[in-house]
């Protein structure tokens, strides 16, 4: 099975800051890259597919890259509602796999 | 709008069978998959598979084939997902999102339903 490696685990930030999120894969996956934000108590929320294609209705301040094996999830100007765990998920290859987590604080 | 509605939660045995189901409304069923991913109490996401309402073509992850059948009914815009010889490492979210067609195969998914906690207990 592919692993996906997200870094850091947690990170403490501020409104306006920019936040950036880092996935590893054990082995490439093209651009087959996923990216969810979750709160709380609710279902995850696709934010970005394909490595770098911003889902409709998600708002331009998210944006990703990477293809390989190396891809990062930035927030340029965070806002109060961007608190939330956020996974990686390869799309490569069965099984497919997310990532452990990264879960985004309030400084 | 576009959404996927579950079932309510459920209790178990160990030992016994589950079924949750996933209605889909606001877009052509038969063109997009049903994935199912699950989520442990406190842990990250677990992909289970997905099926082809079209075809009823489906993958399983391997850690649970021979216990998991996923299947849908098109006159109803429903998808199930059945797991059997529940122990308490099943106990979990279970999450239906419909899923994206990409190359042949399915592959990021949106919208998620609600989530159904599974709770497997003597």
């Known amino acids: 099975d592919i692993q996906m490696t997200q870094s850091p685990s947690s990170v403490s930030a501020s409104v306006g800051d920019r936040v950036t999120i880092t996935c590893r894969a054990s082995q490439g996956i093209n651009s087959w890259l996923a990216w969810y934000q979750q709160k709380p108590g609710k279902a995850p929320k696709l934010l970005i597919y394909a490595a770098s294609s911003l889902q409709s209705g998600v708002p331009s301040r998210f944006s990703g890259s990477g293809s390989g094996t190396d891809f990062t999830l930035t927030i340029s100007s965070l806002q109060p509602e961007d608190f939330a765990t956020y996974y990686c998920?390869?799309?490569?290859?069965?099984?497919?796999?997310f990532g452990q987590g990264t879960k985004l604080e309030i400084k | 709008q576009i959404q996927v509605l579950q079932s309510g939660t459920e209790v178990k045995k160990p030992g016994a069978s589950v079924k949750v189901s996933c209605k889909a409304s606001g877009y052509t069923f038969t063109n997009f998959g049903i994935s199912w991913v699950r989520q442990a109490p406190g842990h990250g996401l677990e992909w289970m598979g997905w099926i082809n309402p079209d075809n009823g073509d489906t993958n399983y992850a391997q850690k649970i084939q021979g216990r998991v059948t996923m299947t849908t009914d098109t006159s109803t815009n429903t998808g199930y997902m059945e797991l059997r010889s529940l122990t308490s490492d099943d106990t979990a979210i279970y999450y239906c999102?419909?899923?994206?067609?990409?190359?042949?195969?399915?592959?990021?998914?949106?919208?998620w339903g609600q989530g159904t906690l599974v709770t497997v207990s003597s």
């Open positions: 998920q390869q799309a490569n290859s069965f099984p497919y796999t």
């Open positions: 999102a419909r899923a994206h067609r990409n190359s042949g195969s399915y592959t990021w998914f949106d919208p």
